[in-house]
């Protein structure tokens, strides 16, 4: 082979290689250009619930954007279009591509804020976007219903529309149904449903507040309804006739719900109702459309199966969207944390009214290893991306709702829950980005947070942090080493560390890491009675804890902090000595704190060492009635014996 058919092909090889590169790297994705500005949109639909198909009628009013504008794309997916018209009733020229209706107009826009009308008739077989039930030879139980999810860009997928998170509109729904189906929806009911041919009735709602096209809903199906008020505020819960008795154990606290955010946030509850809806095969836990959330039938529990778990966080943390995500929307999907994640940390405010202290730090402890190994490679707010579906995972619910609690301790709660208030209050029917929340908490407290913002929101990885405890009784000092042992830079953040004395008495040295390691040398002339690490948990970091096994067992016998004596349970689950066990134990079976317990179990069952076994099975003989607390774990190891 000659050096030129040698040379020729390296660089095909190469073009090749480099190709498949790009082709498997996630395209750029921003907010997308807008054509106009729809300010509103009268959506008529009439749905076969047998047949599985929609007739659909959409009138969009809009002024211009862009100028000159010759044509206007909106999108649209597996629409059938019949006809489209503008205001003045001309018949306009359409073509259906790529998920894209491109409307011609009968003459140009030449001014921007130009009035734009059009009305478009449709029919559609939705495969997406919405979704259809009903009963089967196989399966005859199965309730005929149809529900929407639009989230994040399906409402294309069953009418043609804006399909963005910024772009808001007020609305006008006609659903046409068959008579004797209850329809959910969002905005204000216009009176009782208007028969309107044989077997059918028309429901009407008005939304007079913007809302992107997302959080459109519709619920067709059969239900029992409770109503209720908080205070003038209409409540609704829709559950299958079936699971009527198990309603009030999951919807009962939606009052309380709305008055603890309405207040912590400074911002009443923004929309004219809040009703809840429970369908059939729900793809997911719930849905935040504005007024009117769709929830799984997880969410409603027997007597029995109340006794282990509650609905509570799931429909907290979909109430709370109706302020972020549904009052104030991200900009585009590269913003979603601004959605999920406040929706997140607010739930876990919630435990913090509704339980306590504790088990607010609890939450935070369980969502944290998921934000740690969601954010190890991936920023919160990230611009490539395949899918909008890819937003939803990683580290955007847990490592947000941390992000979000880090602010709070960090700037304090009365500045915090200001800033927020401002946020939600200038961004009102808005798009944001995370810039606008940064400006506004820097602008109530006075503090720059834009390394902190560079570190968690636009930066991927955490802190992994060894700390190193060691009470010199020669010198009467406290010697703390903190190490950050990560690869990347060094992450700067606040930390403390809570010293307690014999007498009960204790203090907290507050102090800035900013470097690869910190030293501290304090005062200590006693064996102090527990140290706590972090104790505020100011900071999401992967933590080791090293020091004198009688430290961690004094701690976990003497911290008044919850956070300091689980941390000092896990820094001696590798420790098989007599006393740490003993300790464990101990802790295991009278702690006041039932995640302390837990996390005590989980040591103990560590490994398979004898004598850890042996704890593990007095536990369960001294409290066979609170069997159900040891984690699956725990039981795994008593099972071996």
């Known amino acids: 082979m000659g050096r030129r058919s040698l040379l020729t092909v390296v660089i095909v090889l190469l073009a090749a290689t480099n190709a498949a590169v790009r082709a498997d790297e996630a395209p750029w994705r921003f907010a997308r250009d807008r054509e106009i500005d729809v300010e509103h949109m009268r959506l008529a639909c009439r749905f076969d619930l047998h047949r599985r198909t929609v007739e659909g009628e959409v009138t969009i009013t809009a002024r211009s954007v862009a100028v000159p504008l010759r044509s206007v794309t909106l999108d ?59 009963p089967t030879p196989t399966d005859p139980d199965v309730p005929l219903q149809v529900w929407s999810q639009n989230e994040p860009d399906l409402a294309r997928a069953w009418f043609p529309c804006v399909d963005t998170p910024e772009q808001r509109q007020a609305f006008d729904f006609e659903w046409t149904v068959p008579e004797g189906f209850t329809v959910v929806s969002n905005g204000t009911s216009l009176g009782a449903p208007e028969p309107v041919g044989p077997g059918e009735v028309r429901w009407r709602f008005r939304q007079r507040q913007p809302m992107p096209c997302y959080l459109v809903s519709v619920v067709v199906g059969r239900f029992v309804t409770q109503r209720v008020y908080w205070g003038e505020l209409p409540l609704a819960y829709h559950v299958p006739p079936d699971r009527a008795d198990d309603l009030e154990r999951s919807f009962a606290r939606t009052p309380e719900m709305l008055a603890f955010f309405s207040e912590r946030l400074g911002v009443p509850y923004p929309w004219p109702k809040y009703e809840q809806v429970v369908v059939e095969q729900f793809s997911y836990g719930g849905m935040e459309n504005t007024g009117a959330t769709t929830l799984n039938e997880r969410t409603l529990h027997s007597e029995r199966a109340a006794l282990d778990t509650t609905s509570e966080p799931l429909v907290a943390h979909e109430l709370a969207h109706q302020w972020f995500g549904d009052l104030v929307t991200c900009r585009d999907w590269s913003q979603l944390w601004l959605n ?87 961004h009102r029917n808005g798009a944001v980005e995370s810039v606008d929340l940064r400006r506004a908490l820097e602008r109530r407290s ?77 005062p200590q002339p006693r064996r102090p009675a527990a140290v706590g690490i972090d104790p505020g948990q100011q900071v999401l970091a992967a933590l080791t804890l090293r ?16 956070v300091s004596r689980w941390r000092a349970a896990m820094a001696l689950a590798g420790d098989r000595h007599a006393e740490a066990v003993a300790a464990l134990e101990l802790a295991a079976a009278s702690d006041a704190v039932l995640p302390v317990r837990r996390l005590c179990v989980q040591a103990l069952g560590h490994d398979g060492d004898e004598r850890r076994r042996a704890a593990l099975l007095r536990l369960l003989a001294r409290h066979r009635d609170e069997a159900a607390g040891l984690d699956a774990r725990g039981r795994a190891v008593v099972r071996r014996e």
């Open 446 to 522: 006075g503090r720059s947070l834009g390394r902190f913002f560079e570190q968690w929101v636009y930066g991927a990885g955490h802190p992994e942090l060894e700390v190193e405890v060691r009470w010199q009784l020669e010198r009467g000092l406290l010697s703390v080493r903190i190490a950050q042992r990560q690869k990347t830079e060094p992450f700067v953040f606040p930390f403390a560390i809570a010293i307690t004395e014999d007498d009960g008495s204790r203090r907290v040295v507050p102090f800035e890491v900013t470097r690869r390691t910190t030293q501290l040398l304090l």
């Open 76 to 134: 649209a997916r597996d629409l059938e279009i019949a006809s489209v018209r503008d205001g003045s009733g001309r018949v306009l020229a359409f073509r259906g591509h790529d998920d894209k209706l491109e409307i011609g107009l009968a003459e140009p826009l030449s001014e921007r804020g130009s009035p734009l009308q059009l009305e478009i008739r449709y029919r559609a077989r939705p495969r997406r976007g919405l979704h259809w039930f009903g």
């Open 340 to 426: 999920e994640g406040w929706a997140t940390f607010l739930a876990a405010c919630w435990e913090e009214h509704a339980r306590g202290p504790a088990a607010y730090a609890w939450t935070l402890r369980n969502q944290s290893q998921g934000a740690l190994y969601g954010g190890r490679t991936t920023p919160l707010v990230r611009h490539r991306y395949r899918e909008p579906e890819e937003m939803f995972r990683g580290p955007t619910y847990p490592k947000g709702a941390w992000v979000l609690h880090m602010l709070r301790r960090r700037l304090g709660g009365t500045d915090f829950w200001a800033g927020v208030r401002d946020y939600l209050e200038t």
């Open 547 to 562: 020091g004198e096994r009688d430290l961690w067992i004094r701690t976990l016998r003497n911290a008044p902090s919850p």
